[in-house]
């Protein structure tokens, strides 16, 4: 098996990833692509070496902002401002995903800064590895306990998904890139690994494929038969979770940033070649320059002039241009990293309005809700594994960014609504924990547990 084949879709999309993700890296990121993102200005010049050269300096002097990588911190800030509520029997998940020592919440942060970068990633559910014979005997989740087989999930960015196949609704097959790490002599080395998920008459396969020389093939290493009667991989994408990749939400404000850096190399290299004062001599001829020789000046030395002759200063008037675009491309990613956050506009009633309190229609609600969307499905599939059972799991990342802050008023109103029945206790415990007056990190059940277990309440009113 050779990777020289990936999907149509993924050849299309890959380079906008790869330009998202250099402009978020930051200027290390951007000038190691050199003339990918910053052409040569002297690219027609004959001698190769001058070109060369001046081009190094050029690329040396141009400044890069990096609103793009800032921007997408700032969002995720915004995104998990608030613990994400989650629910699952798999609690062990919770501290460790997949294995790797992250937690769900912490995988779910790179998940999402995956989709506002490139518009696309995946979740696989999955179970640790076991060997054959146990891997048989497995037929159930009691089964899987007793084994000491644990649920892990597994996050596969746009780059790692080569190719996919689908029949309706369904995903049939998937390959997915990995790494294996082989220790050898005390020394760690990584080898070139796929994972095929293929669904076949017998169910759901594995096939684990390892390359083991740079020139060779993928030789098929092991294969699991799962038993499944779907894959369980998700997409996970800006617009929707299915399988076709969706635009990189920074896309956009990625272009602008590059456009300005360009900007910043020409107005820096004016500044460097025309930025100093020249000074120039009239009436001047070869004989008084070879007699003059060197010439010094300055307040503290005297300069003689040729006869009938003057000198002057030539200073170069400000060019403005360059500088002008750059603070045009500044308001303007201003503005695009302002609207990812934006809610939509549109005609509502004072009931609505009143009632909606997420900003439901901007480009990073939608991004977290996929995510959430795609957690919770692999959750449930983790815990009913092909059972037949019900599962309640969910994954739900908070998107009400109208950041809620500490306000008597709202503290004295939620607990009057909770005493008068009119707010269920849980909801009221939930919208003082978004107001930081409650641990986010306590679940319900505890707040309930630790309020009973205080004894009677202060009645401050009758005191007073």
Known sequence: MTTDYTHPQYDKYSPLWAKT????????????????????PDELCQDPVASAARYRAYLRRAT?????????????????????????????????????????????????????????????????????????????VWDQEQAGVRAIVCSYSAESI??????????????????????????VRYIPQLRELLLAENGYNIKVWQKHSDKGQFILKDTFAVGLKFIPFVFVGAINNDAHPDLPPLLDLANLNLAHYRNSADFEESVFLLGQPQLVFTGATQEWKEQAGSIVFGSRAAMVAPPDGDAKLLQVAPNTLAQEAMRDKEGKMQALGARLMAQTEAVKTATQSAAETKAAYSQLSLACDNVSAAYTRVLRWLETWGSGRTSGAFFAIDTQFNELTLDANA??????????GIVPQSDAIRLLQRLNVIDQEKTVEQVRDEIEGQGPSLNLDEAA
């Open 21 to 40: 993700r250099d402009a978020c890296a930051g200027e290390d990121a951007v000038k190691a692509k050199a003339e990918v993102y910053l052409p040569n």
């Open 411 to 420: 503290i004295r109103e939620t607990v009057a609504a909770w005493q008068a």
């Open 64 to 140: 890069y902002y990096n609103a793009t990588g800032r921007t997408l911190a700032g969002l995720l800030g915004v995104a998990f401002s608030n613990l994400p509520q989650v629910k699952t029997s798999k609690k062990e998940l919770l501290q460790d995903a997949d294995g790797s020592g992250v937690g769900l919440v912490n995988q779910a942060q790179g998940v999402l800064a995956d989709v506002m970068q490139t518009g696309r990633g995946g979740l696989l559910a999955d179970y640790s590895a076991v060997d054959e014979v146990t891997r048989k005997r497995i037929k159930s």
């Open 162 to 187: 080569l190719t996919w196949e689908t029949q309706g609704n369904a995903l049939t097959r998937v390959v997915l890139l990995e790494s294996s790490a082989v220790y050898e002599g005390g020394e």
